[in-house]
């Protein structure tokens, strides 16, 4: 099922919304240990919903398939994103890059000009085929065992 429509996320999504992350990076192959180490960093930020910076991608059925969210970091121009995950069952059919696609709209309307991304290892290949460069690496706060790659992502004009 391709998506449907990209939404705002509600305050009632939020459960869903780290359901799915959660099994997201479980999906990854990490442990019930590591996804429970990790589930700081899982949990959708309901601030973040409050504010409009977290978009839900649902199938025609009305089904979640997958949520990004960014953050403004207080320096000029540049903003993180907080997360992005699909589903796994609804994985490798766009829904990924669509809710990218979202985040950079959300940016581009808080006067950003870069994404800063802290990419799981897993995901690496999906950031560069959208277009972002590797500056570096850093250990996950929430486990530091894994080692994120720093991407940042040049917010094209319109
Ligand atoms: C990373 C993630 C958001 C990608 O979502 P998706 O819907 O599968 O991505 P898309 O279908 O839009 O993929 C676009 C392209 O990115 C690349 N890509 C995506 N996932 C990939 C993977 N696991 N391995 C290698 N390349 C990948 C491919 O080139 C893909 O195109 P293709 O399928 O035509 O080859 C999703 O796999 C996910 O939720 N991962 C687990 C959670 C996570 O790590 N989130 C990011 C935290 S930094």
């Known amino acids: 099922m391709t998506v449907n429509q990209i939404r705002p996320a ?4 939020a459960a869903e919304l780290t359901q799915v992350a959660a099994r997201a990076v479980k999906n990854d192959g990490f442990d019930d ?7 700081p960093g899982l ?3 309901l601030a973040l919903i409050a504010a409009g910076l977290v978009f839900v991608a649902e199938g025609d059925d009305g089904v979640l398939q997958g949520w990004v969210s960014v953050r403004p970091t207080g320096i000029g121009g540049l903003i993180l994103l907080e997360g992005i995950f699909v589903e796994p069952a609804h994985s490798r059919r766009g829904a990924g890059s669509r809710l990218f696609s979202t985040a ?4 581009r309307k808080l006067a950003g000009n870069v994404i800063l991304i802290n990419s799981s290892p897993s995901s690496v290949d999906f950031y560069a085929r959208l277009g972002a460069n590797k500056i570096g690496a850093t250990p996950f706060v929430f486990s530091p ?6 991407f940042a992502f040049t917010i094209p004009p319109v």
């Open 33 to 39: 240990n590591a996804v429970a180490r990790f589930m």
């Open 104 to 107: 950079v709209g959300l940016s």
């Open 43 to 45: 949990r959708v930020n």
């Open 145 to 150: 065992d894994v080692e994120l790659t720093m």
């Open 10 to 13: 509600h305050v009632d999504d």
